[in-house]
RNA sequence: GGCCCGUUCGUCUAGGGGUUAGGACACCAGAUUUUCAUUCUGGUAACAGGGGUUCGAUUCCCCUACGGGCUACCA
């Protein structure tokens, strides 16, 4: 099997916005595959068509794109050679693998409805056990195990509805190795006669999986620990259709829990703490509800999926912020965690802020020209949208936000003059000979060459100097000119940024206002 | 209930028979800074419990506890 090409698949069901944790499983898939030269592909598994969401797979298929987890082959990406890869479409080549295995006697026929099941299971309950279709039981059932030859082909010409179930081996341990926990072992008593073919016509998971990973070549089957359970009976049908030397290898990942107390990270954590759970905005078109993304709220998709690979897997090594082809390098299956990870919001904004600080100040700037453009009503032609003022403002701001999108908020002040001004500053300091300094800096100002950060600074303190201020005497009142604020970026970075005509008009209408 | 998986600072984790049990987030303190932020330095804080095995267990084994998952004609 290690001469196989590695691929490896995430198989998402459209039921709805693809949750963070589907996305790690998709990255940790995609991560391997490419870790090992390997190819990944995306299958949707639309199987059940009562569950079924409209826009549910464009939403997994934009959220995975905006990731940067590119499909080799798959919907929504470009077609290999083992499409359609939707399930639905695929619909008739399951039968045959499910007959197959009735033929074989490793599956029959069954004829009980869901409400007679349903009843079994109420009854069960109730007497303090719970009901299995399985070996215990299915010979008290209606099936072809318990019914005449005739009998069956009869119900079966007449058209009564009929699933295929698993027949599972009534004594025997069946052992696998799981790529991250090892050997796992389980008594098949245990197992339930899986349904593996629908009264629809449509597969299962457990069967059409199998199928599916079979043709599809696939070598690696990585997906979310709550699979495990399942396993034996995926391993027993890989057996029984005579495929177990192809069988891919499986991992079951650990789950993403809520960040406190305990139980699995749900949507319902992120509405109550204010984080978001899925990758993207997402309006439900049924019930309209909206729940919000990653992308939106200003993430950097390099520092979610930075963010997300941690959460359960770790190189080894003290380095935190990786890039996505770092992260493929550096990716090994034997380093997942074993137990859950707790989802750490504050954790998640600190790799988005890792991964600004990284980011060129142009780059930056050219992200959010324009919504600074819409925030403070200026054209392209102001020189506040210009690559120069943009970038200088965003290295100003840089060490004060975590997301870039808090940019025009936090340093309003840069690119419009304040209107207010902080009072209590300004009565705290301002005394005797302040109207003085300030009327001398201003004219200081509009004689200055050499406009820039030293200079401004160099002047400030000899105008001061001459008026007998200390410059902590005059500094935050020049701040609250400048800004309106008692903080911000830092001073004289900003009275360069603004220049000479802007900083004179500043500390003027200030002065105004002051001596009113 | 049954079955399976798991358990190192509050959180994410490194480590792995002999370590001052390391890092990061968060938090606290100090330094720098005209302010806030940054930055720097330092600090609080963990091997779930009990039995083995061993000269020695956080590390290996067992049990218990706790947590989680599964127990659908859903995936």
Same mark, same amino acid.
Request: contains cysteine; charged residues 25%; negative net charge.
């Given at each position: 099997?290690?001469?196989?090409?590695?691929?490896?698949?995430?198989?998402?069901?459209?039921?709805?916005?693809?949750?963070?944790?589907?996305?790690?499983?998709?990255?940790?898939?995609?991560?391997?595959?490419?870790?090992?030269?390997?190819?990944? !592909?995306?299958?949707? $598994? +639309?199987?059940?068509?009562? =569950?079924?969401? *409209? /826009?549910?797979?464009?939403? @997994?298929?934009?959220?995975?794109?905006?990731?940067?987890?590119?499909?080799?082959?798959?919907?929504?990406?470009?077609?290999?050679?083992?499409?359609?890869?939707?399930?639905?479409?695929?619909?008739?080549?399951?039968?045959?693998?499910?007959?197959?295995?009735?033929?074989?006697?490793?599956?029959?026929?069954?004829?009980?409805?869901?409400?007679?099941?349903?009843?079994?299971?109420?009854?069960?309950?109730?007497?303090?056990?719970?009901?299995?279709?399985?070996?215990?039981?299915?010979?008290?059932?209606?099936?072809? !195990?318990?019914?005449? $030859? +005739?009998?069956?082909?009869? =119900?079966?010409? *007449? /058209?009564?509805?009929?699933? @295929?179930?698993?027949?599972?081996?009534?004594?025997?341990?069946?052992?696998?190795?799981?790529?991250?926990?090892?050997?796992?072992?389980?008594?098949?008593?245990?197992?339930?006669?899986?349904?593996?073919?629908?009264?629809?016509?449509?597969?299962?998971?457990?069967?059409?999986?199998?199928?599916?990973?079979?043709?599809?070549?696939?070598?690696?089957?990585?997906?979310?620990?709550?699979?495990?359970?399942?396993?034996?009976?995926?391993?027993?049908?890989?057996?029984?259709?005579?495929?177990?030397?192809?069988?891919?290898?499986?991992?079951?990942?650990?789950?993403?829990?809520?960040?406190?107390?305990? /139980?699995?990270?749900?949507?319902?954590?992120?509405?109550?703490?204010?984080?978001?759970?899925?990758?993207?905005?997402?309006?439900?078109?049924?019930?309209?509800?909206?729940?919000?993304?990653?992308?939106?709220?200003?993430?950097?998709?390099?520092?979610?999926?930075?963010?997300?690979?941690?959460?359960?897997?770790?190189?080894?090594?003290?380095?935190?912020?990786?890039?996505?082809?770092?992260?493929?390098?550096?990716?090994?299956?034997?380093?997942?965690?074993?137990?859950?990870?707790?989802?750490?919001?504050?954790?998640?904004?600190?790799?988005?802020?890792?991964?600004?600080?990284?980011?060129?100040?142009?780059?930056?700037?050219?992200?959010?020209?324009?919504?600074?453009?819409?925030?403070?009503?200026?054209?392209?032609?102001?020189?506040?949208?210009?690559?120069?003022?943009?970038?200088?403002?965003?290295?100003?701001?840089?060490?004060?936000?975590?997301?870039?999108?808090?940019?025009?908020?936090?340093?309003?002040?840069?690119?419009?003059?304040?209107?207010?001004?902080?009072?209590?500053?300004?009565?705290?300091?301002?005394?005797?000979?302040?109207?003085?300094?300030?009327?001398?800096?201003?004219?200081?100002?509009?004689?200055?060459?050499?406009?820039?950060?030293?200079?401004?600074?160099?002047?400030?303190?000899?105008?001061?100097?001459?008026?007998?201020?200390?410059?902590?005497?005059?500094?935050?009142?020049?701040?609250?000119?400048?800004?309106?604020?008692?903080?911000?970026?830092?001073?004289?970075?900003?009275?360069?940024?603004?220049?000479?005509?802007?900083?004179?008009?500043?500390?003027?209408?200030?002065?105004?206002?002051?001596?009113?």
């Amino acid at each position: 099997m290690s001469e196989r090409k590695i691929r490896t698949r995430f198989a998402p069901s459209p039921t709805g916005p693809l949750h963070m944790g589907g996305v790690r499983t998709a990255l940790y898939s995609y991560l391997f595959a490419k870790k090992h030269g390997g190819d990944f !592909l995306l299958r949707i $598994e +639309d199987t059940d068509q009562n =569950r079924f969401v *409209a /826009g549910a797979e464009e939403y @997994i298929i934009e959220s995975l794109k905006w990731c940067g987890i590119v499909a080799d082959e798959g919907v929504g990406f470009s077609d290999g050679p083992f499409a359609p890869y939707r399930q639905s479409e695929r619909k008739e080549i399951y039968r045959q693998y499910a007959e197959q295995l009735v033929q074989s006697g490793h599956a029959y026929y069954a004829f009980d409805t869901s409400e007679e099941l349903e009843a079994l299971r109420k009854q069960a309950e109730e007497a303090k056990t719970a009901f299995s279709y399985s070996t215990e039981s299915r010979m008290t059932l209606t099936n072809s !195990l318990t019914l005449l $030859e +005739d009998d069956v082909s009869r =119900r079966k010409a *007449a /058209g009564e509805q009929y699933v @295929i179930r698993l027949k599972v081996p009534e004594n025997e341990t069946i052992t696998f190795t799981d790529l991250i926990r090892g050997e796992v072992s389980f008594q098949s008593a245990v197992v339930d006669d899986k349904v593996l073919l629908k009264g629809d016509g449509m597969p299962t998971y457990h069967l059409a999986h199998i199928v599916d990973d079979y043709l599809m070549k696939i070598t690696h089957a990585i997906r979310g620990e709550e699979w495990l359970p399942s396993a034996p009976a995926h391993i027993l049908i890989y057996r029984y259709l005579g495929w177990e030397n192809e069988m891919p290898d499986y991992a079951h990942l650990p789950l993403l829990l809520k960040p406190d107390g305990n /139980g699995k990270l749900s949507k319902r954590d992120g509405d109550r703490l204010g984080f978001p759970v899925f990758p993207l905005d997402w309006n439900d078109p049924i019930t309209g509800e909206k729940s919000s993304g990653y992308r939106e709220r200003g993430y950097y998709p390099e520092a979610f999926v930075n963010m997300l690979a941690f959460l359960g897997w770790n190189p080894g090594t003290e380095k935190e912020i990786f890039s996505m082809p770092e992260l493929m390098d550096a990716f090994a299956i034997e380093q997942i965690q074993h137990a859950g990870a707790k989802f750490d919001p504050e954790k998640a904004k600190w790799f988005n802020e890792q991964h600004l600080r990284s980011k060129p100040d142009i780059e930056i700037a050219n992200n959010i020209r324009a919504s600074i453009a819409t925030e403070f009503s200026l054209n392209e032609n102001d020189a506040q949208l210009s690559d120069a003022f943009l970038a200088k403002a965003v290295s100003l701001l840089k060490p004060r936000v975590q997301f870039e999108n808090e940019m025009q908020t936090v340093g309003s002040y840069l690119f419009v003059a304040p209107t207010t001004f902080d009072e209590q500053v300004i009565s705290k300091k301002w005394k005797e000979g302040c109207m003085q300094f300030f009327t001398e800096l201003e004219i200081e100002y509009s004689k200055l060459n050499d406009w820039n950060t030293d200079n401004c600074k160099l002047t400030f303190e000899a105008v001061a100097a001459s008026n007998s201020l200390k410059p902590g005497d005059v500094l935050q009142l020049f701040r609250v000119m400048m800004s309106g604020q008692a903080g911000g970026v830092d001073l004289f970075g900003m009275v360069e940024l603004v220049g000479a005509g802007e900083t004179t008009k500043r500390i003027e209408t200030a002065l105004q206002k002051i001596n009113r």
